[in-house]
């Protein structure tokens, strides 16, 4: 393995804090090189922004770092051990197929995680071939930059290679390797395996080194570990909710795949929803619907209680005092989710203002969607326009136009003008959203035909979502009625 040519000034600055906890929380292990490395997709805004200057680098240099042909200055690589309840059954997981290469201090003194998925074997491989296909790699890429424009906090994508290799699924598949860049891949499994695998200290270690990077402001607090796990509670509470108040269904809300930043990671199975229905379900493997929609915040809660287990040792010397305390802090993210969901869901419909029956509002235009099939994204965008494009079926209904009715009365207790309101609305109901058939078929030009332009222009549009630009009228149309429901699969 060759280090990229030192003299070159790339902007690789590498830092290595997780490293230097107990060695049980990884391997050291490089990623396996691959036969021949091509750039798919690159992301050159996020580049800039961490500080990278590809421009120096021949595109094959580019590709060869992002393949892990070729480790970057100062990289240590490393894969890191985690543990998880997966679909409710706890095992021994870990970075099957990734590597970290380091954490990249950018120039605005961020720390961030570049990892490549699809990079080779691992210790904890666990008989998989640790490697990844292009179709869903791509897939990741479209998604999480997409949900970066939506705001919903998130973990980003740099750039896919593909490897000149195949690689053997139900059938053979172009091999590709994903660059993630997250705040950190510390998981609530980080904190499982901890737990169940290491000592009250590695397991302290664990926390205090999660406490210093992500939220050094508890450090202060009597009772650091607890306000540790609050200040989780608090985040997870408002990334579910902003993923409720987009239609978003992450598919697999493993705790591996929950990260301890409040980051969105781990996009597989996800997928948005089209008519709205809390059932709604796309994951093939989610065959009893754990991951529905309408059941992501009460998973959410689930998956904070594991993490809650994890720190008894720490919340309290006594069990009893530590199980109260845990219990306490869980028992508060329903009113916490449930806080940010109204605000979110205010915003949305123009309000500004409290009131207490807010949430009757609604709930009744939720149920009412749900009874007409109505599409979730553009029934709100009707509201915002005031037209019915797209959406008619519902607008003409008796029962809708009541409630329109008492939500145009609702707007009207308020001091803000009706301009105000359709300025919120504008910035708080997207366009569009990345869209099943959408992503499918820029997925297949790009897979199939290696035309990435239809992938590009998606891209494109997906990158200010709240435009309302004429570009993307034609992305915000819902699929064609279809007998076969749409399908995700495990991002394998
Ligand atoms: P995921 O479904 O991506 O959250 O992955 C769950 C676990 O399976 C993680 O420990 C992954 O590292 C591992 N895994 C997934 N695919 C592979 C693969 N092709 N080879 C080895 N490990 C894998
Ligand atoms: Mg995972």
């Known amino acids: 393995m060759t280090k990229i040519n030192e003299s070159i000034d790339t902007g690789w600055n590498f830092d290595h804090s997780y490293a230097r906890l107990p060695d049980k929380f990884y391997s050291r292990i490089e990623p396996e090189p691959v ?15 961490l500080g990278l200057n590809t421009n120096s680098l021949k595109n094959g240099e580019v590709a060869a770092v992002f393949a892990g042909n070729e480790i970057p200055e100062g990289s240590e690589p490393l894969a890191q051990a985690y543990a998880g309840h997966q679909f409710g059954h706890f095992t021994m997981l870990g970075d099957g197929r990734a590597v970290l290469l380091g954490e990249q201090i950018t120039p605005s003194g961020e720390r961030l995680d570049i990892q490549l998925k699809g990079s080779g074997q691992t210790p904890y491989s666990r008989g998989g071939d640790g490697r990844a ?61 901890a737990a169940n695998w290491g000592t009250d200290e590695e397991l302290r270690a664990l926390a205090d080194y999660t406490i210093n990077r992500h939220y050094p402001e508890v450090e202060a607090e009597e009772n650091q570990y607890l306000s540790l796990l609050q200040e989780v509670i608090k985040r997870q509470a408002k990334l579910i909710a902003k993923w409720q108040l987009t239609g978003f269904i992450h598919g697999v809300m493993n705790t591996d795949n929950m990260t301890i930043s409040g980051e969105t990671i781990d996009y597989g199975p996800c997928a948005f929803m089209n008519d709205y229905d809390p059932a709604t379900v796309f994951s093939s493997i989610d065959r009893k619907g754990r991951y529905a929609y309408g059941n992501q915040p009460g998973i959410g809660a689930w998956n904070l209680a594991r993490f809650a287990e994890t720190l008894l040792p720490l919340l309290h010397e006594d069990r009893d005092k530590a199980v109260e305390l845990a219990e306490d802090a869980i028992k508060d993210y329903s009113q916490q989710f449930h806080h940010h969901w109204l605000a979110g869901m205010r915003a949305k419909l123009g309000i500004f203002n409290v009131e207490k029956d807010d949430q009757s509002l609604m709930e009744d235009f939720l149920h009412l969607m749900e009874t007409h099939k109505a599409d979730f994204t553009n029934t709100f965008l009707a509201l915002t326009f005031d037209k019915s494009d797209g959406v008619a079926d519902l607008f003409e209904k008796e029962d809708f ?92």
């Open 401 to 492: 136009k009541q409630w329109q009715e008492r939500w145009q009365k609702r707007l009207s207790r308020q001091e803000e003008s009706k301009d105000d309101s359709h300025q919120l609305m504008r910035n708080s109901n997207p366009a569009i959203i990345p869209r099943n058939h959408r992503v499918e078929e820029a997925l297949e030009a790009a897979v199939e035909r290696e035309d990435y332009s239809v992938m590009e222009k998606l891209l494109d549009v997906l990158s200010n979502p709240y435009a309302h630009s004429p570009e993307q009228e034609e992305y915000t149309r819902p699929p064609e009625p279809s007998d076969q429901p749409y399908q995700t699969f495990c991002g394998t």
């Open 133 to 193: 296909t292009l179709g869903p790699m791509l897939r990741e890429y479209i998604m999480s930059e997409a949900m970066h424009a939506l705001r919903i906090p998130t973990t980003r994508s740099l750039a896919v290679v593909t490897t000149g290799e195949t690689v053997i699924r139900e059938k053979p598949l172009s091999g590709a390797i994903l660059t993630r860049v997250a705040a950190s891949h510390i998981r609530v499994g980080t904190f499982q395996y």
């Open 35 to 49: 036969r021949e490395p091509e750039l798919a997709v690159f992301n050159q805004s996020l580049a800039a922004s």
